[in-house]
């Protein structure tokens, strides 16, 4: 069986080019995981590759596990998937002690903690608020590869500091860390980078080590992680980048999608394959993606592989208040999880603040929740309890059947058959637990307690977590890289999406990837909302509105927002509607 079977021509395509440059251009839902690894997978059973000799670079610990586990799926071991910081770290701590003599410097634990005690030497007193937004000035700074000095000359404040102040805190920052020899995460890249480009023999032993490299999410890297990519790659060319600029989505914290976009600029050689067939959403769902996007840089025109669309169109509905949106959407919640189980139902939001109220709404529907951005699965303290208990049983098994090993081992820790009162950590914890309960069951024939055991502990190691039987809440930004079939996206006006200070024309853009990002997490339903007041102001209906309103349905009363251009939404008969008087509270369209 081949590593190509399956593939579509277009992903058969990408995994068949062994020899780099190679530039994927994935669309949303168009299997690029799939891509990356089959195409690893090639390479080593036709010999191509070393397992040892490939490097698959990601942008999360989580990614890079599941590009692991996929791997061992396909009968591949031995290839070092990693994050920048995770590749840069280990070559740092293997190569300084034979050129410094010593071991290399320990990472800042909290880099908020040393910017105050900066602040303190210099009598500065900013609050935690300010810290946390300096810390990020730092990162920004450092990612860019900009110097202090560099930085001065850019004439940025943050909260009540001066422009002076700041720069002198940067430098204070950077002096403490080095009497107390740190580096922060940020260093770990900048120090790896120095130590290629300054000693020839570190660079060649990792040149030689790592000889095939493939970067995911290439449209995020930072100006510095491309460096440090060169450095890895040195004159050779076995390179291949997976991305789509219209998921470029932390531009704030350095991300670059130039370097995707002008990729056959730098290599005229390059081969380019695009991926625009769309195996996750429904066509419906791909309309309005594709048209909030139409025309911009770099942009895929996304093709559902379902065919024809199935479902209705998206639909827009205004509220009076954030109140009755919240209540509003966990009607519609409650009534899909008449035909869908609660882990196919996601609600997502621009920022967290957003969440309190739609939590609240749901928990009072008896809906459980999971908040993404939280503490990661296997570090909870009932999931750590859990894998404890079962590795334990599994010393002295009793013989009682596995599955019923583990149902008692998860009830010595207090497990019950039937759910705790949703919201809270009592249900949270039952829900942990639960999971861990659903693993068991679904194990291959033959799993002994044993190798369950060992299998949680591999989970843990890669962060390959199981889904929780809950309605996801999460940021957009958090949503990357997921999907449901069942999307709501909260808080659709201006102010929210794009968010208030994205001024700038390159702010706004940021901010229409991110919708198009929430967007296409949807596989076949799809609901946006909006509120026109908070209690401080009438808001907007989104501009992006305006833009994919064509393809979307209005709510039951036919009067969806107008967009700011003066242009409404028209609804399935083809009127165009205008903002009508508001809503009573917690009025919707029908449920899709």
């Known amino acids: 069986m081949s590593a190509l079977d399956g593939l579509d021509e277009h992903q058969r395509e990408a995994a068949s080019m062994l020899r780099g440059p190679v530039a994927v251009l994935a669309g949303a839902g168009a299997g690029k995981t799939r891509v990356i690894t089959h195409r690893i997978a090639h390479g080593v059973d036709t010999g191509a590759y070393s397992p040892q000799r490939v490097m698959a670079v990601t942008f999360t610990t989580k990614a890079a596990g599941e590009l692991r586990g996929r791997l061992r799926a396909l009968g591949i071991e031995g290839v070092s998937a990693k994050t920048f910081h995770a590749a840069a770290l280990a070559q740092l701590n293997f190569f300084w002690p034979q050129i410094a003599g010593d071991e290399a410097p320990r990472i800042v634990d909290n880099k908020v903690k040393l910017l105050a005690h900066a602040a303190d030497a210099l009598r500065l007193r900013p609050d935690r608020a300010t810290l946390r937004d300096i810390a990020s000035q730092i990162e920004w700074r450092k990612v860019t590869m900009r110097s ?43 120090a790896c980078a120095g130590m290629l480009e300054a000693e020839p023999r570190v660079a060649i032993a990792v040149r030689e080590q790592y000889r095939h490299f493939t970067v995911d999410e290439y449209q995020d890297v930072s100006p510095l992680q491309n460096r440090l990519l060169e450095l890895w790659l040195g004159d050779r060319r ?84 954030d109140q009755a949106e919240a209540e509003g959407v966990a009607d519609v919640v409650s009534r899909q999880l008449r035909n869908a189980t609660a882990d196919e139902i996601a609600v997502l939001y621009r920022s967290h603040a957003q969440s309190a109220l739609i939590q609240q709404a749901l928990a ?91 299998d949680l502990m591999a989970r843990a190691k890669d962060q390959h977590e199981p889904s929780l039987r809950t309605v996801t809440l999460s940021t957009l930004h958090a949503a990357k890289g997921l999907e449901w079939p069942h999307v709501h996206i909260m808080g659709f006006s201006e102010g929210l999406l794009p968010i208030s200070y994205a001024s700038s024309l390159e702010g706004v853009d940021e901010e229409r990837r991110l919708a198009y990002v929430g967007i296409t997490r949807a596989e076949r339903t799809l609901s946006i909302s909006w509120s026109r007041g908070s209690g401080r102001g009438e808001r907007s209906p989104s501009r992006f509105l305006a833009e994919i309103g064509p393809h979307l349905r209005a709510g039951d009363d036919r009067r969806p927002p107008a967009s700011p251009t003066g242009r409404g939404i028209r609804d399935e008969g083809g009127a165009t509607a205008t903002t009508g008087a508001p809503r009573r509270p917690g009025a919707r369209t029908s449920s899709p």
């Open 148 to 190: 202090i000095e560099q930085y001065a000359r850019l004439g940025r404040t943050v909260g009540s500091l001066r422009h002076e102040q700041l720069v002198d805190l940067m430098g204070q920052y950077e002096k403490l860390k080095d009497e107390r020899r740190q580096l922060d995460f940020e260093d770990v890249l900048l």
């Open 238 to 321: 076995d390179l291949c980048v997976v991305g789509d600029a219209s998921q470029t989505i932390y531009s704030f914290t350095g991300a670059d999608s130039r370097f995707l976009l002008e990729f056959g600029t730098r290599y005229p050689d390059a081969t380019v394959v695009r991926l625009e067939r769309n195996y996750r959403s429904d066509g419906a769902v791909l309309d309005v993606a594709n048209a909030l996007m139409r025309g911009r840089p770099g942009a895929l025109t996304l093709v559902a592989a379902r065919g024809e669309s199935s479902s209705p169109k998206p639909e827009v509905t205004a509220y009076p208040d």
């Open 364 to 454: 009072a529907r008896g809906i459980a929740t999971t908040v993404l951005g939280g503490t990661r699965f296997f570090d909870m303290p009932e999931v750590r309890q859990a894998v404890l208990a079962i590795r334990a049983a599994a010393v002295a098994p009793h013989g009682d059947g596995f599955v019923d090993e583990v149902r008692t081992a998860l009830r010595g820790l207090g497990h019950q058959d039937e759910p705790p009162a949703a919201g809270g950590a009592v249900r949270d914890a039952w829900e942990a637990r639960a999971a861990i309960l659903r693993l068991a069951e679904d194990a291959p024939q033959g799993t002994t307690l044993r190798s369950f055991a060992d």
